[in-house]
């Protein structure tokens, strides 16, 4: 099966290129136009093979949750014109990522595990086990590394740093902490537990807007909320939906992204594994089923998209 692993596109009005991880930038003036390739990352290296479908699944599990938080912060998406793409405001990106954390998961739990008790400048309790509820949902920023590894960063650190005014950090907190709740409202809906996730902000004409993606996989972490419980109690992995199953099979496999470290082989069936995965991910998270684009002449359709639509917005 064929996979969006690049693209090469030269637009008329074009003004800079960037090809991040999972998506390819194209910039025009004061607008963007991103394209969601089926590039995987993990522990922030891209793995060397695509994934079917999972550009297609990010892109519109996004744009999903964007228009469905617009009233809380405005975002800057103008249009999805085509699956795998999303055009929008150019914005001033702060160099952050606003982590927020209901559930000990993932990174947390790997620090708290190695005997850290602040994390973030914040103080976690005793007496946690992996993937327990946290008194009140907490948040751990990470820098936004260009290249390489993003690394955890305190508030103070963030103000002294001038990485933000305590103004506008004050604003992104709480424009963290209202998109979380929503998050979590409407993943309950979904019979799911929204673990922990990350947003991104920027500025456009002296105001914050929401970029990036939103509660995606690539994201975000989630719990079925059934038996959560009773796994707790009886010390049971969490039934989850979220890109952790690939960091565990590349933890089994001894990568962690360090120096000297190889990602293991990733045959056909491992590719079609984390397909199935993604596509079960959109599924449950929207309630909707999911309509394989095909990928012949994919390239050239969201090329011809993305032309027809970029000065339209």
């Avoid at 019979?191 to 456009?204: A, H, P, Q, R, S």
């Avoid at 972490?221 to 690939?246: A, H, I």
């Avoid at 990568?255 to 079609?272: C, I, L, R, S």
């Avoid at 095909?294 to 917005?313: G, S, T």
Wanted: contains cysteine; aromatic residues 12%; negative net charge.
């Amino acid at each position: 099966m064929e996979a969006i692993k690049e693209t090469n596109f030269s637009f008329k009005g074009q003004t800079g290129f960037y090809k991040g991880k999972v998506r390819d930038v194209y910039y025009f003036e004061d607008k963007l136009a991103i394209v969601a390739t089926d590039r995987i990352s993990a522990f922030d290296v891209v793995l060397p093979r695509a994934i079917p479908y999972k550009g297609q699944v990010l892109n519109q599990i996004a744009s999903l949750f964007l228009k469905a938080t617009a009233d809380i912060v405005p975002n800057w998406v103008l249009s999805s014109p085509d699956p795998n793409v999303t055009i929008g405001y150019k914005c001033e990106p702060f160099k952050v990522e606003m982590v927020i954390r209901g559930y000990l998961a993932g990174h947390a739990w790997r620090e708290y595990k190695a005997g850290k008790r602040v994390l973030c400048g914040v103080p976690l309790p005793e007496g946690l086990k992996e993937n327990d509820k946290l008194p009140q949902p907490i948040i751990t920023p990470t820098t936004k590394a260009d290249e390489g590894h993003d690394e955890d960063i305190s508030r103070e650190e963030i103000l002294a740093k001038g990485l933000a005014s305590e103004k506008d950090y004050s604003n992104l907190e709480l424009f963290t902490r209202s998109l979380f709740a929503r998050g979590t409202e409407l993943a309950a809906q979904r019979g799911l537990i929204l673990v922990d996730t990350k947003y991104e902000f920027g500025t456009y004409n002296g105001q914050i807007y929401l970029i990036d993606e939103i509660h995606t996989p690539d994201s975000s972490r989630y719990f079925y909320s059934e038996g959560y419980e009773e796994r707790q109690k009886n010390n049971e992995p969490q039934k989850q939906l979220s890109k952790e199953f690939v960091r565990q099979w590349l933890i089994e496999n001894g990568f962690q992204g360090k120096e000297g470290q190889q990602v293991p082989e990733m045959t056909d069936e491992v590719v079609n594994r984390i397909s199935e995965r993604y596509i079960e991910l959109f599924e449950v998270v929207t309630g909707q089923q999911f309509a394989k684009q095909p990928y012949e002449n994919a390239l050239a359709r969201i090329e011809q998209r993305v032309a027809e639509n970029i000065f339209k917005a």
